[in-house]
Every structure is written in structure tokens, then in C-alpha cells.
């Protein structure tokens, strides 16, 4: 681990343990620019999707940029006995954007044992987040995350290009999930490639999420990379005249859509 990356903004998607007191966004704290965004991403692509992956979000807009991790197990039971799950968004200055391209990228291949304690570190924030939800807001808890070192190669690609992941692999070791991640990387490498004239700019790693909610997502952002365990698309399928993705029966699907 090596740079920080400290977040004074965040919201918290998560439910109270008494009955009637169900999920939704119960904390927001800061001047959040992409929250409603953010909450359009989570309903659309990432709530509600059955799969075992790891769900999460990057979001570059507005000058500014975005985290969202999501359905984590915290230790609060509600009243059906059933465990609680928290979603976390931290957003950043815009000047963070390549940090936040890095850290997307560590979060797809660091080894599992990693990837639970960043999942730990989310949890503990966004349950203090919650305990302290009436707290004003001149009252900050600050959320840091660390940047892993590379674990990928840089690989180029054309913004056409389009990933599998066949599922016979752990993830963070599939060969196409790490291009994905370098896809990431390279993005933070050249921002000014990739981000002219306020350009936006979306990742999400997600369960079963339905082409048509992918398709619908990518027609928000100027580029768009969606990983899903979809199995409704066959072979290809084309988002826009000018973007066309190939993925398998049965696998986590990589779009990225051109850049403009």
C-alpha cells in the first residue's frame, strides 16, 4: 500500500434493525455533486443483482469523482434475524480522478483477503457514518483508502474493444478481468486522453445485471464499463451505432463504449 486517498464527502445506503425502518439512503454528509448519479447507478445496475463478484462502482463527472461500494455484510442484525447489508459512496475532487482509476483497478485484482479487509475498512466508516447520522454537518469522518502497488501489466486496447470472464478462474487472476483493470490503469495514465472537455466516465463491476439496464446506463456517459454476470446476451451485442460488445454465455461481460 503506498498514496491516501481521504474523502470528507459520503452517503450510506443501509436500513435500521426495527421493523418498518427499511433500506434506503439514510445518510448523506457534504456537498455531494454525484449523488443522484450515484443513486440512479446503484438502482439501475447493482441493487438486487444475484451473483458472486465483487460490486462496486467508479464514477468521473462534474469536476468531480466518485466510489461506490456495495451489499456489504455488517455485523447488525434487524428484526427477522437477517443480516444488514451497507452500501458506501465517497466522493473526491476531480483532482483525484487518476487516483481513483488506480484504486478501481487494485480493487479488481488484488487477492480475495484484500479485497474483504477494503470491504471491512467500508463497513466500519459507514456504520459510524450511520451510528452518527445527526451529527451536524460541520462534524467530518474522514474515510481513507490506500492505493495497492500494480499488480498489471499496462495493456492498450481500442475503446471498442470488449472482455469475457468465463468463470473458471478466481477472479482477480481471469486474464480478462486484468485487462479490465489496465483498461483502468491506462486511464489514469492519460486523463487528458480520456477526460477533455468535462468528458464523463463510468465503471461498474455487478452481479446479473439485464442488458437492457446496461444499455440504458451507458446511454448516460460519454464511456461506460460494465462487468456482468449476465447471461441474457449470447455473443454481441450493440449499445450504440458505433460500439459493439462480445461477450459469452454465462460470463461477466466487459463494454467499453468509444470515446468522444
Known amino acids: 500500500m503506498n498514496t491516501q486517498i481521504v474523502s470528507k464527502r459520503a452517503a ?5 434493525i426495527a421493523r418498518g425502518m427499511d433500506y434506503g439512503w439514510h ?3 457534504g456537498d455531494l455533486w454525484l449523488y443522484q448519479r450515484t443513486e440512479d447507478i446503484y438502482r439501475s445496475v447493482l441493487r438486487d443483482t444475484s451473483g458472486d463478484t465483487r460490486k462496486f462502482a467508479l464514477l468521473i463527472a462534474e469536476k468531480r469523482a466518485g466510489l461506490l461500494l456495495c451489499d456489504m455484510a455488517s455485523e447488525r442484525i434487524d428484526h427477522g434475524n437477517r443480516i444488514i447489508y451497507d452500501t ?4 473526491f475532487d476531480g483532482t483525484e480522478k487518476t487516483d481513483m482509476l488506480e484504486y478501481g483497478a487494485c480493487l479488481l485484482t488484488c487477492p480475495d483477503e484484500e479485497y474483504k479487509a477494503v470491504e471491512k475498512q467500508a463497513v466500519a ?3 459510524q457514518l450511520y451510528r452518527n447520522r445527526e451529527q451536524p454537518e460541520t462534524k467530518e469522518i474522514l474515510c481513507t483508502f490506500s492505493l495497492c502497488q500494480s499488480r498489471v501489466e499496462p495493456v492498450r486496447f481500442s475503446g471498442k474493444s470488449a472482455l469475457s470472464y468465463k468463470g473458471d478462474t478466481n477472479f482477480p487472476d481471469d486474464s480478462n478481468v486484468r485487462q479490465c483493470a489496465a483498461y483502468l490503469r491506462w ?3 492519460e486523463p487528458g486522453r480520456f477526460f477533455k472537455n468535462g468528458s464523463s466516465f463510468v465503471f461498474v463491476s455487478t452481479g446479473r445485471a439485464g442488458k437492457e439496464k446496461c444499455r440504458q446506463l451507458a446511454d448516460l456517459y460519454d464511456t461506460c464499463l460494465i462487468l456482468t454476470m449476465t447471461s441474457e ?3 454481441e451485442l450493440r449499445l450504440h451505432e458505433n460500439s459493439v460488445i462480445r461477450i459469452l454465455k454465462k460470463n461477466i461481460i466487459s463494454e467499453i463504449l468509444p470515446i468522444k
Do not use: Q
Not at 450510506?12 to 435500521?16: E, G, K, L, M, P
Not at 458506501?88 to 466522493?91: D, N
Open 88 to 91: 458506501l459512496f465517497t466522493e
Open 187 to 189: 486511464m489514469a495514465k
Open 125 to 127: 466508516y459507514a456504520e
Open 27 to 29: 445518510v448523506k454528509k
Open 12 to 16: 450510506v445506503h443501509t436500513r435500521d
Open 233 to 235: 446476451i449470447d455473443r
